[in-house]
């Protein structure tokens, strides 16, 4: 029967008032969900000469706009008044509903594009795109045209496979919220159909790599019972208990419990909690001052009459910065993991992967832990960012809270601060950490032995070149242009331009530092880096005024334009900046991330090949090979075995073994992370015969398991002093002291001590 007023339809089984968590939004109380959607966002007008009058809300939450194709439907004669309450149920599930559209000028494109290959050609290059991994804006607004069209024309399945393909083969952080958001809105049937998906990926998935694998399937009872299911409550539990029972199938075979293994003895240990986190802390200032120069620029270019969309605010109302740090759960899904995991899910999550209680326990606690230092500045991110944002298009926290914004702002915002939120712990997707991220897996071992974590550090280093002169350059040329050609927005180019300018200002700051002597450049393999070296001197450092030498390499991103600053200033003539002093500037800029601990094995690597005699390409097999293996030796014993020590250790080697060198320096850095193996470890000798203390009990474990940083103290006596300025006057070096030779000639034959 027909509704007995315009403000609500019945659902499918003849109910007003339904079980609200199946629907979009949940409904007030007292009024079922159509009607509540109807008080809350209001009604599509009607169209001409309609059969029936029926209200068909606008919206179904604030993301989600309805197609007026709902209301077309609705008010047709042809459409039998039977099928009313189907319909306005499929209203309120989100089946009508569109993904908003934040990038207008892609959105255009992305029209003509379909309108010239026609909608089935252009939904198969789109999703031939997307399934290989390729993330851009264009990809994303023909993803959302495509979405779109399809619901327009009342395709839900074809809709429904276009939001899966955005969520899952994009994975490119806030792009894919609003595919995200959309997916959340399905009823019980849409999200087993989408489940469903996601089990025939995983099973070709599986016959790629395994044979003999049973096929993954849904347990039809644990389906029933989440069909079934009477409460959100219940519901939830089913699906939770699907998602398990997936998970239980998919046991882990030798090389995924080989490489767990292997990230977990790198990742677990307190250093690596410590640097993850005062890593995030470090670039926060960095990224706030970043917002500041930009909403300067966009305030200015206002005022002077050219709109160009504001995005950054300088303050934020404090009741906005609340609403949006509560509004962080509405993505909280979409932006989760953590910047060492690159294939986090529902189902994977749920993964068992070692048999042993006390492993899995090591690997899910560790896991978790970097998860969560990662989320708290996520959070503080994007309610900084969307705060900002909204407060600079005049959004008050009551609107928020109500959901009173305008759709397409608030999906705007929230993708700009989900993005913000991504980048600032080095988890977005971008073109650059993609393609490295692929080099890395298709070199197999070799490429795993030189980066087990790959995306991470290509993000850190694409950071460093934003934040660089190199970035504003670019950001006034190429990302202009863009703007120009209608491929970027005015404010993507604003926000470049000024995360330029301030890695430049870093820059300034590094050169006058040095020029004060408070900090040091990377130094190199010269008589003069040596007795530097000798003295207490340490690369990359700030060097405090009572001589305490703290390295600060580590703190990459912002180290990068830092550092570039003082080699800058280290490399200038007398005549000044040249074109000689700018290149070495630029070349030694990725110089400082080698102290990443996640560059560890390249660093030790390089170091392996410098102790090799034949050519280094030679020499790099051999050595990737042991590094590669070397990182299943837990890092925490490392840090056991240095505590225990009173003296620095370094590995000897004999060049008179059958073992070649590099070899050698290789199992000596991998013994010295096993307590109670000592492969040729020695106490570290400097020129003038002393060891090398490391400090009482105490320091050395703070020192090991919690200081992010090298310590050392820069101690110049007399004699020291005496040498430093005779060979000032004379430019003779030879007056340094130097170790003692390892081997002697005769009649020309080099022997080689042992």
Same mark, same amino acid.
């Given at each position: 029967?027909?509704p007995?007023?315009r403000?609500?339809?019945?659902?499918?089984?003849?109910n007003?008032?339904?079980?609200?968590?199946?629907s979009?939004?949940?409904?007030?109380?007292?009024f079922?969900?159509?009607t509540?959607?109807?008080?809350?966002?209001?009604?599509i007008?009607?169209?001409?000469?309609?059969?029936?009058?029926?209200?068909?809300?606008?919206?179904?939450?604030?993301?989600?706009?309805?197609?007026?194709?709902?209301?077309?439907?609705?008010?047709?004669a042809?459409?039998?008044?039977?099928?009313?309450g189907d319909?306005?149920?499929?209203?309120?599930?989100?089946?009508?509903?569109y993904?908003p559209?934040?990038?207008?000028?892609?959105?255009?494109?992305?029209?003509?594009t379909?309108?010239?290959?026609?909608?089935?050609q252009?939904?198969?290059?789109?999703?031939?795109?997307?399934?290989?991994?390729?993330t851009?804006?264009?990809?994303?607004?023909?993803?959302?045209t495509l979405?779109?069209?399809?619901?327009?024309?009342?395709d839900?399945?074809?809709?429904?496979?276009?939001a899966y393909d955005m969520s899952?083969?994009?994975?490119?952080g806030?792009?894919?919220t609003?595919?995200?958001?959309?997916?959340k809105t399905?009823?019980?049937?849409?999200?087993?159909?989408?489940?469903?998906?996601?089990?025939?990926r995983?099973?070709?998935?599986?016959?790629?790599?395994?044979?003999?694998?049973r096929?993954i399937?849904?347990?039809?009872?644990?389906?029933?019972a989440?069909?079934n299911?009477?409460?959100?409550?219940?519901?939830?539990a089913?699906?939770?208990?699907?998602?398990?029972?997936?998970?239980?199938?998919?046991?882990?075979n030798?090389?995924?419990?080989?490489?767990?293994?292997?990230?977990?003895?790198?990742?677990?240990?307190?250093?690596?909690?410590?640097?993850?986190?005062?890593?995030n802390?470090?670039?926060?200032?960095?990224?706030?001052t970043?917002n500041?120069?930009?909403?300067?620029?966009?305030?200015?270019l206002?005022?002077?009459g050219?709109?160009?969309?504001?995005?950054?605010?300088?303050?934020?109302?404090?009741n906005?910065?609340?609403?949006?740090?509560?509004?962080?759960d509405?993505?909280?899904?979409?932006?989760?993991g953590?910047k060492?995991n690159?294939?986090?899910?529902e189902?994977?999550?749920?993964r068992?992967?070692?048999?042993t209680?006390?492993?899995?326990?090591?690997?899910?606690?560790?896991? %978790? #832990?970097?998860?969560?230092?990662?989320?708290?500045?996520? &959070?503080? @991110? =994007?309610? !900084?960012t969307l +705060?900002?944002y909204?407060q600079?298009n005049h959004?008050?926290?009551e609107q928020?809270?109500?959901?009173?914004?305008d759709?397409n702002l608030?999906? %705007? #915002?929230?993708?700009y601060?989900g993005?913000?939120?991504l &980048?600032? @712990? =080095?988890? !977005?997707?971008? +073109?650059?950490?993609?393609?490295?991220?692929?080099?890395?897996r298709?070199?197999?071992?070799?490429?795993?032995?030189i980066l087990?974590?790959?995306?991470t550090?290509a993000?850190?280093?694409?950071?460093?070149?934003?934040?660089?002169?190199?970035?504003l350059?670019k +950001?006034?040329?190429?990302?202009?242009?863009?703007?120009q050609?209608?491929?970027?927005?005015?404010?993507?180019?604003?926000?470049?331009?000024?995360?330029?300018?301030?890695g430049?200002?870093?820059?300034?700051?590094?050169?006058?530092?040095?020029?004060?002597?408070l900090?040091?450049?990377?130094?190199g393999?010269?008589e003069?880096d040596?007795?530097?070296?000798?003295?207490?001197h340490?690369n990359?450092?700030?060097?405090?005024?009572?001589g305490?030498?703290?390295?600060?390499?580590?703190?990459?991103?912002?180290?990068?334009?830092?550092?570039?600053?003082v080699?800058?200033?280290?490399?200038?003539?007398?005549?000044g900046?040249d074109?000689?002093?700018?290149?070495d500037?630029?070349?030694?800029v990725a110089?400082p991330?080698?102290e990443?601990?996640?560059?560890?094995s390249?660093n030790?690597?390089i170091?392996?090949?410098?102790?090799a005699?034949?050519?280094?390409?030679?020499?790099m097999?051999?050595?990737a090979?042991i590094?590669?293996?070397?990182q299943?030796?837990?890092?925490?014993?490392?840090?056991?075995?240095?505590?225990?020590e009173e003296?620095?250790m370094?590995?000897?080697?004999d060049?008179?073994?059958?073992?070649?060198?590099?070899?050698?320096y290789?199992?000596?850095?991998?013994?010295?992370?096993i307590?109670?193996?000592d492969?040729?470890?020695?106490?570290y000798?400097?020129?003038?015969?002393?060891?090398?203390?490391?400090g009482?009990e105490?320091?050395?474990?703070?020192?090991?398991?919690?200081?992010?940083a090298?310590?050392?103290?820069?101690?110049?006596?007399?004699?020291?002093?005496?040498?430093?300025?005779?060979r000032?006057?004379t430019?003779?070096?030879s007056?340094?002291p130097d170790r003692?030779?390892?081997?002697?000639m005769?009649?020309?034959?080099?022997?080689?001590?042992?």
């Amino acid at each position: 029967v027909l509704p007995a007023s315009r403000n609500s339809i019945p659902n499918s089984q003849g109910n007003v008032n339904g079980d609200v968590s199946q629907s979009v939004g949940a409904a007030a109380a007292g009024f079922d969900p159509y009607t509540n959607q109807l008080r809350q966002f209001g009604a599509i007008p009607e169209g001409e000469n309609p059969a029936r009058p029926i209200d068909v809300p606008q919206r179904t939450s604030p993301e989600n706009r309805v197609s007026r194709t709902a209301r077309t439907i609705l008010e047709a004669a042809a459409t039998p008044d039977s099928a009313v309450g189907d319909i306005g149920q499929a209203v309120v599930d989100g089946q009508f509903s569109y993904m908003p559209v934040t990038n207008q000028q892609a959105t255009a494109a992305a029209e003509q594009t379909i309108r010239d290959k026609g909608w089935e050609q252009a939904l198969a290059d789109w999703r031939a795109d997307v399934r290989s991994g390729q993330t851009s804006d264009r990809l994303t607004a023909m993803g959302a045209t495509l979405y779109n069209n399809a619901v327009n024309a009342g395709d839900t399945q074809a809709a429904l496979d276009i939001a899966y393909d955005m969520s899952v083969a994009i994975r490119n952080g806030a792009r894919a919220t609003q595919a995200a958001r959309i997916l959340k809105t399905l009823t019980p049937s849409g999200k087993l159909y989408m489940l469903q998906k996601e089990v025939s990926r995983l099973n070709g998935d599986l016959t790629e790599q395994l044979t003999g694998q049973r096929e993954i399937q849904i347990d039809e009872a644990l389906a029933d019972a989440y069909l079934n299911a009477e409460t959100g409550e219940a519901r939830d539990a089913a699906l939770q208990a699907i998602y398990q029972n997936i998970a239980d199938q998919m046991p882990a075979n030798f090389r995924e419990k080989w490489n767990a293994w292997r990230y977990m003895a790198m990742l677990a240990n307190p250093r690596t909690h410590v640097r993850n986190v005062v890593g995030n802390v470090g670039f926060q200032p960095l990224r706030m001052t970043k917002n500041l120069v930009a909403a300067a620029i966009e305030s200015g270019l206002n005022a002077a009459g050219v709109n160009v969309g504001r995005t950054h605010a300088f303050l934020a109302n404090p009741n906005l910065y609340r609403a949006a740090w509560q509004d962080y759960d509405n993505v909280a899904d979409v932006l989760g993991g953590n910047k060492y995991n690159d294939a986090q899910s529902e189902i994977a999550d749920r993964r068992r992967i070692f048999n042993t209680s006390v492993l899995e326990g090591i690997r899910r606690g560790n896991s %978790r #832990a970097l998860e969560l230092e990662d989320v708290l500045f996520k &959070r503080i @991110t =994007y309610a !900084d960012t969307l +705060a900002n944002y909204l407060q600079a298009n005049h959004v008050t926290a009551e609107q928020l809270q109500r959901n009173e914004v305008d759709a397409n702002l608030l999906a %705007r #915002a929230r993708d700009y601060a989900g993005q913000e939120a991504l &980048r600032a @712990t =080095y988890q !977005d997707r971008n +073109a650059f950490s993609n393609r490295v991220n692929r080099l890395v897996r298709d070199a197999g071992v070799v490429g795993q032995a030189i980066l087990p974590f790959s995306r991470t550090p290509a993000n850190i280093l694409a950071r460093g070149i934003e934040y660089s002169p190199a970035g504003l350059a670019k +950001a006034l040329t190429y990302d202009l242009y863009q703007v120009q050609r209608g491929n970027k927005t005015a404010a993507q180019a604003i926000d470049a331009i000024a995360a330029g300018l301030t890695g430049s200002a870093l820059l300034a700051l590094g050169a006058y530092l040095f020029s004060e002597g408070l900090v040091t450049t990377g130094g190199g393999d010269s008589e003069d880096d040596e007795w530097r070296e000798l003295m207490g001197h340490q690369n990359y450092a700030l060097e405090l005024p009572n001589g305490t030498s703290v390295t600060l390499d580590w703190l990459a991103p912002e180290s990068l334009p830092f550092f570039m600053g003082v080699e800058l200033a280290s490399s200038m003539g007398e005549g000044g900046m040249d074109a000689e002093s700018i290149y070495d500037a630029l070349r030694s800029v990725a110089n400082p991330m080698l102290e990443l601990s996640m560059l560890q094995s390249v660093n030790d690597l390089i170091d392996s090949v410098q102790y090799a005699e034949e050519a280094p390409l030679a020499a790099m097999i051999p050595s990737a090979v042991i590094s590669y293996f070397s990182q299943a030796i837990p890092t925490i014993g490392g840090q056991i075995e240095r505590t225990g020590e009173e003296s620095r250790m370094s590995t000897y080697t004999d060049r008179n073994s059958p073992i070649p060198t590099d070899v050698q320096y290789a199992l000596g850095r991998a013994s010295s992370r096993i307590p109670g193996w000592d492969y040729q470890q020695t106490p570290y000798i400097d020129a003038w015969g002393r060891e090398e203390g490391s400090g009482d009990e105490l320091t050395r474990f703070v020192n090991n398991f919690l200081n992010p940083a090298y310590v050392s103290q820069v101690d110049v006596d007399n004699v020291e002093r005496e040498l430093q300025r005779v060979r000032d006057a004379t430019g003779d070096t030879s007056v340094f002291p130097d170790r003692a030779a390892r081997y002697f000639m005769v009649d020309g034959e080099r022997k080689d001590l042992t």
